[in-house]
């Protein structure tokens, strides 16, 4: 697969790059900052497959795009885009959408369109709701919106048939957790939004038995005024590799995790947990344990001869010390 890339800024010097580049190439990298405009000539390549164009200054994409018909992934980052063209939803091949760290508030309706999408991200970006036909894409597998300012996640998430990763973590304007995200039962990977669950926290993650990698990052146990457990379901989640509990107000460990057999990663730095149960000692294919910033103490023999374990990180912290931010 041939393709090129530049890091010219003037307009006339991606023109002439473009003029020495194979008519059939299927990639193209443009990473120029000051560019911004696309040339027409871009869209003269029929074959086009990838197309990656970051650049500071980009304020609008072209009708000429939907002349691209055999475009699978298609990455517009850092730009300052305003204008989107329907023609966008004619790239029916399209596979991977990556419009991260720009500046599109919305997305056209028009994105529903392509109905192979797999993948999509807006890392970033002031997206703040998405449209209903977004949902009907029952193809989509991985859905980014990290650090987006998505203010809510309606029942039609539901629709998604066949995601097997959603990152809702930093999208600081989320502050509800729709029961349907737990209807996902194909998901593989998730990061929920990262909120307060409350002092009564949902009931229903349980159902996500496909789970491989589960990221509960940050204060979603405690409020100003209380601390909670995990969901009882959470335990349930046996196909579990990687758990991840950093500073989430995490208190005790019960003994259910045993049941946890698959989990290879656990990271529980700055928690509040004193002990870890001996039912731990049943986690061999347990590789790292990230107890820094922990209550925990003493970390029994019969864990730290676990057969797989490569990486145990313990605690400096004592009961007898104030917790000390870093």
């Known amino acids: ?63 000429g ?37 720009g500046t599109l508030t919305h997305l056209l309706r028009e994105i529903g369109g392509p109905s192979r999408l797999r993948k999509m991200s807006f890392c970033s970006s002031p997206l703040v709701e998405l449209p209903l036909e977004f949902w009907k894409l029952s193809g989509l597998e991985v859905l980014d919106p990290t650090g987006a300012e998505l203010t809510a996640i309606p029942p039609e998430i539901a629709r998604l048939q066949a995601p097997a990763e959603l990152s809702l973590g930093t999208s600081e304007d989320l502050d509800v957790i729709p029961p349907e995200l737990w209807e996902l039962r194909g998901l593989r990977k998730l990061r929920p939004p990262t909120v307060c669950w409350g002092e009564e926290p949902p009931a229903g993650i349980g159902k996500l038995r496909s789970l491989r990698e589960l990221d509960l990052s940050g204060p979603i146990l405690t409020g100003d005024d209380f601390r909670q457990e995990p969901p009882a379901d959470l335990w349930d989640l046996t196909r579990l590799e990687e758990l991840r509990l950093p500073a989430s107000g995490l208190a005790v460990i019960p003994p259910s995790i045993g049941r946890m057999t698959r989990l ?3 990271p529980l730095d700055g928690c509040q947990v004193r002990m870890l149960p001996p039912e731990m000692a049943r986690l061999t294919e347990l590789e790292t344990l990230d107890l820094s910033w922990s209550w925990v103490e003493t970390v029994g023999e019969e864990i730290r001869s676990l057969p797989r374990l490569r990486s145990l990180t ?10 000390e931010d870093s």
Not at 32 to 57: H, K, T, V
Not at 315 to 323: E, H
């Open 264 to 266: 290879r990663h656990l």
């Open 1 to 63: 697969m041939e393709g090129s890339g530049w890091n010219d800024d003037e307009f006339d010097k991606v023109v002439r790059q473009l003029s020495r580049t194979d008519p059939d190439a299927e990639e193209i990298y443009i990473h120029a900052e000051g560019l911004r405009a696309l040339p027409d000539e871009l869209w003269e390549f029929g074959r086009l497959q990838e197309l990656d164009i970051r650049s500071d200054y980009q304020e609008e994409i072209p009708a």
């Open 65 to 101: 795009i939907g002349r691209l018909t055999q475009l699978r992934s298609l990455e517009l980052t850092c730009a300052p885009i305003a204008t989107r063209p329907p023609e966008i939803g004619l790239l029916s091949e399209l596979r991977e959408l990556d419009v991260s760290k």
């Open 314 to 323: 313990t605690s400096r912290r004592r009961a007898s010390q104030p917790r």
